[in-house]
């Protein structure tokens, strides 16, 4: 490897604990710009602008965020520092409603604080940044499990596709979907990736390409409509894709494109791996038409990555930025303790006898996932 993708950090907390430092990622990749967020304001905009984005390091800028805004309160007492941290919350939430783990890590914040409510407001704010830190500890160390979940269902020298960024920009360390694809670079296994370019915000172009051109992996960008060409080919053995939020019924929202990409694997013939968190299960949304779609800017289709305009004046556009991949298109959702198998794809005695994968890492949810 050319560099060690961990020394770039996405998403950090400044050494005195009055900002949180993300690596804008719209920069990306004519040049790394670290930018220094110390106000609500701010880290909504970097949130919801794309400065930061991934749902992993949402969660993790949004964790250290709401510290960073605790740190600021000017209430004395419980109950008014309480109500200020609740309203900061609720503004940091809306700034991108598809991401589960912007609320996860939201309200594990919020727990600390009704926790300890007979705790000086001081110690309460400590007791916030403790809680941040691990919430990105956590993701390390779950992206990693993930990687090597999923590592043991690839062999070396697969072409593997991937759709949009859920690589180590979109996390703390290593990423989700793409976390295999760094351990198994770590081992020589001498995988070629073909990474979607992913419009309308080209994350798979500016970003994916990017981090993976940066650590010596073998990466070919491709445009969107081209996934097709190269699965007809035998160029794709595999594809990883990283989610957003998961439903109790298995469907999966990920970027938009994501479904189509699902699609294109099912006639092919290709596994479709959806790698992520368990923060990303939400059990509370019973299926893909219960979650909540973020729809965004038209200028981002019609003008934001053209030197002038593409598309005529007043023509309406559509702007969704996930999609849902119904469950029955999906091989195994991969997270961190156990994968959560399609049945009528993969049957549990394939994963165990031929991929050796352990008993206690492979669980069959017959009733969500058939």
């Known amino acids: 490897m050319n560099v060690d993708i961990t020394d770039l950090k996405t998403v950090r907390l400044s050494q ?13 990749p004519g040049s790394e710009v670290y930018v220094s967020l110390s106000s ?14 991934g749902a992993p390091a949402i969660g993790i800028a949004a964790a250290y965020g709401i510290y960073v805004c605790s740190r600021q309160i000017a209430a004395n007492t419980y109950g008014g520092f309480c109500s200020e941290f609740l309203r900061i919350k609720d503004y940091l ?3 991108r ?3 589960v783990n912007l609320v996860a890590a939201l309200d594990r914040m919020e727990k600390v604080v009704v926790a300890h409510s007979v705790n000086p407001v001081p110690e309460i704010v400590e007791l916030l940044r403790v809680e941040a830190e691990a919430i990105r500890a956590e993701d390390a160390a779950a992206c990693r499990k993930i990687g090597e979940n999923c590592l043991s269902l690839l062999r070396p020298g697969m072409g593997i596709l991937t759709h949009c960024n859920a690589g180590h920009l979109a996390v703390s360390e290593y990423g989700t979907a793409l976390a295999p694809v760094y351990l198994g670079e770590e081992r020589g296994y001498g995988f070629k990736v073909f990474a979607d370019e992913t419009r309308p915000l080209l994350q798979g172009a500016r970003l994916t390409a990017y981090e993976l051109q940066k650590v010596g992996v073998d990466v070919t960008l ?19 894709v990283g989610c957003d939020r998961v439903a109790a019924n298995g469907d999966t929202a990920n970027k938009i494109g994501t479904s189509g990409v699902a699609i294109l694997a099912r006639y092919y013939g290709i596994p479709f791996y959806v790698l992520g968190p368990t923060s990303t299960i939400d059990l509370n949304c019973p299926d893909g038409d219960s979650i909540v779609i973020e729809e965004r800017n038209p200028k981002e289709i019609t003008d934001m990555w053209y030197a002038s305009r593409m598309a005529p004046e007043g023509v309406k556009a559509y702007n969704p930025a996930f999609d849902v ?13 156990l994968i959560l198998l399609s049945v009528w794809r993969i049957s549990e005695k394939y994963l165990r006898k031929v991929l050796l994968i352990p008993k206690q890492s492979v669980i069959l949810l017959p009733n969500l996932w058939i």
């Open 16 to 28: 005195d604990g009055s900002a949180v430092i993300i690596l804008d990622q719209t920069c990306l």
């Open 40 to 53: 609500a304001e701010e880290i909504w905009e970097a949130i919801y602008r794309l400065k930061v984005r």
């Open 93 to 95: 939430a809306s700034s």
């Open 97 to 99: 409603p598809t991401a």
């Open 222 to 240: 491709i445009c969107d409509n081209m996934a097709s060409a190269v699965m007809r080919k035998g160029w794709v053995q595999a594809v990883v």
């Open 325 to 337: 991949t119904p469950h029955d298109l999906i091989t195994a959702i991969i997270k961190v303790l």
